[in-house]
Nanobody
Framework: EMQLVESGGGLVQPGGSLRLSCVGS????????LTWVRQAPGKALEWVGT???????TYAESVKGRFTISRDDDKNTLYLQLNSLKTDDTAMYYC?????????????????RGQGTQVTVSS
């Protein structure tokens, strides 16, 4: 069974940083593109960014230049470095696997998604 477990969320002030982690199991981690998505209260699920199995990544315009996705396939771990955080970044953050080898066409069509880790940006 494909499983994903996120960690690293918390409360941070505007302008601060966090690093989220996602550990995968039950599948060949290094073969898959991996995606971060987020959902703010009362809003739809939003794509944040994707890293393919070669390490190439792409980001939503709202986070480009502030967030960085990386992966360590030897540790079956995906990372999301969040810098220059804004109050609008407050959300539950999830890692997810899709059938697509690059950016998923529809954000809700994931094969597997973790339980999420909460990021709250507030002064």
């Amino acid at each position: 069974e494909m499983q994903l477990v996120e960690s690293g969320g918390g409360l941070v002030q505007p302008g601060g940083s966090l690093r989220l982690s996602c550990v995968g199991s039950g599948f060949t981690f290094r073969e898959h593109a991996l995606t971060w998505v987020r959902q703010a209260p009362g809003k739809a699920l939003e794509w944040v960014g994707t890293i393919n199995n070669s390490g190439k990544n792409t980001y939503a315009e709202s986070v480009k230049g502030r967030f960085t996705i990386s992966r360590d396939d030897d540790k079956n771990t995906l990372y999301l470095q969040l810098n220059s955080l804004k109050t609008d970044d407050t959300a539950m953050y999830y890692c997810a696997v899709y059938a697509s080898t690059w950016v998923p066409k529809a954000v809700y069509t994931y094969i597997a998604r973790g339980q999420g880790t909460q990021v709250t940006v507030s002064s």
